[in-house]
């Protein structure tokens, strides 16, 4: 009688319950779920451009946007004087220093991001005559703001 009932119950329609995965099917859903982790943490390239105008004595800061890893390519010229400047990154209860200078009047390389955050630049003008600070980025962040 119990054969009989497994038979029937195998030409029966299928058991409402999932019966295990096999392991094509598993590595099809992970391969799923972490493309698209992925995906969501990876930022599409973008090329921004942004000047500012510095009083003497007057200092402000550009971030970009970044997640851990991502890197932008960079450079930044002045004119009418010298700046100094520190690179530098802070989210999530944590801060780094990339790079400091003083005096400088352009600064050229990439950032990688160390971690999720705000990663970019603070400029202070200590000349006695206003200045103008041009930034160019491209690279794999979401947004440039400027944060002073």
């Known amino acids: 009688a119990e054969q009989d009932?497994?038979?029937?119950?195998?030409?029966?329609?299928?058991?409402t319950?999932?019966?295990?995965?096999?392991?094509?099917?598993?590595?099809?859903?992970?391969?799923?779920?972490?493309?698209?982790?992925?995906?969501?943490?990876?930022?599409?390239a973008r090329t921004d451009e942004i000047s500012?105008?510095?009083?003497?004595?007057?200092?402000?800061?550009?971030?970009l946007s970044m997640v851990k890893g991502s890197k932008a390519d960079?450079?930044?010229?002045?004119?009418?004087?010298?700046v100094n400047f520190d690179l530098h990154g802070d989210g999530g209860g944590q801060e780094t220093s990339y790079e400091k200078g003083r005096g400088a009047a352009s600064d050229q390389g990439t950032i990688t991001a160390a971690f999720d955050g705000n990663h970019g630049?603070?400029?202070?003008n200590r000349g006695t005559s206003d200045v103008t600070v041009t930034l160019k980025a491209t690279g794999s962040y979401a947004d440039i703001k400027r944060m002073i």
Not at 74 to 82: E, L, P, Y
Not at 121 to 124: E, I, S, Y
């Open 52 to 63: 500012i105008v510095l009083k003497p004595g007057q200092g402000a800061e550009v971030k």
């Open 121 to 124: 630049w603070f400029w202070r």
């Open 74 to 82: 960079f450079s930044w010229t002045v004119s009418g004087g010298v």
């Open 17 to 44: 319950v999932p019966g295990p995965r096999s392991s094509l099917t598993e590595r099809i859903f992970a391969e799923f779920l972490v493309g698209s982790a992925n995906a969501q943490n990876t930022q599409a």
């Open 5 to 15: 009932r497994l038979k029937d119950q195998q030409g029966a329609a299928s058991p």
